[in-house]
């Protein structure tokens, strides 16, 4: 029985390394330069140790705009990306014909360049002087009038930020979601229909409940996604994201390393921490409300 274990144990030692270098050790890095005031990556000197980082970035308001907007996009995209992704793929499992041509279609978003997406809905929705865009054309068909959904109001950009990450994600979660629907045994829906249960009924009792395992996982991915997003908003608004204020929490992280306003690795450090913290936060609800919800 010990040599048993020290074989597993043994399997699992390149991959305990690789975590451990990779993984482990970057975060227990980032968490030390995180106290360490004025860090200089070059002579790896600093003034001193405290909270001194964490109270610049939650004071900084680049940094309370892109807690905002990273907010608003999980609030908004993971429910909703779900929900869309849910409804499609029970679409998609009722039908016979053309069912792999539907799915394909669908699946297509996922493997195109997130800038390619971007771009196409740069098309779709900027107002320059030369077009006011396809969707400004629909909305002027209609008697309305046009809106700078690039670089106009707050709004109108945080509305296309969302349609696209919403896009951008929805084929893997309709891949997932057709694959569980696709694996709920068919003998429950008919003992059900002999017993002459309504279509909703059986969706709330015996779909949802059979599925749930595959819609927590999209909800828990969604939502680590969702805090992670930064190409997103950089295929959109372009790289100068305080300036458009749509940036996200790491798209900050990156700017105080990279950005113009850069070489400040404590307070990106401090940022990523906090970001770690959020995203722990959520998941660790996600798991405990799973316990009731979610049926193995």
């Not at 144990?9 to 030390?32: E, H, R, T």
């Not at 809106?147 to 950009?157: N, R, S």
């Not at 694959?179 to 249960?197: M, P």
């Not at 940022?271 to 936060?281: P, Q």
Request: charged share 10%; glycine share 8%; hydrophobic share 50%.
């Amino acid at each position: 029985m010990e040599k048993q274990n020290l074989k597993g144990w043994l399997y699992l030692l390149p991959a305990m390394l690789f975590l451990g270098v990779f993984m482990v050790y970057p975060l227990v890095d980032v968490f030390i330069y995180s106290f360490e005031e004025n860090f200089n990556s070059v002579s790896q000197s600093y003034t001193g140790v405290g909270v001194h980082n964490y109270l610049y970035v939650l004071h900084d308001p680049y940094f309370l705009q892109a807690v905002k907007n990273t907010f608003l996009l999980v609030i908004i995209t993971v429910p909703l990306s779900t929900g869309l992704a849910l409804l499609i793929s029970l679409g998609l499992s009722s039908i016979k014909k053309l069912r792999e041509l539907f799915q394909t279609i669908f699946f297509l978003p996922y493997v195109t360049n997130t800038l390619a997406v971007g771009l196409v809905f740069m098309i779709l929705f900027e107002k320059n002087t030369y077009t006011d865009g396809m969707v400004n054309m629909l909305i002027n068909l209609f008697g309305g009038e046009s809106v700078d959904f690039i670089t106009g109001p707050y709004w109108a950009k945080m509305l296309v930020l969302c349609l696209y990450t919403t896009w951008v994600v929805m084929p893997f979660k309709i891949l997932v979601l057709t694959g569980a629907l696709a694996s709920v045994n068919d003998t429950y829906y008919n003992a059900a229909k002999v017993d002459g249960t309504r279509s909703l009924r059986m969706f709330t009792r015996i779909t949802l409940p059979m599925i749930s395992p595959s819609l927590f996982y999209l909800i828990i991915t969604g939502f680590i996604g969702a805090f992670k997003a930064y190409s997103d908003s950089v295929a959109l608004f372009g790289t100068d994201l305080n300036v458009a204020g749509m940036n996200t929490i790491v798209g900050y992280v990156y700017d105080m390393l990279y950005g113009p306003s850069g070489g400040y690795p404590s307070y990106a450090s401090a940022a990523a921490i906090i970001l770690f913290a959020i995203v722990l936060t959520i998941t660790a609800i996600n798991l405990m409300v799973s316990r009731k919800h979610v049926h193995y």
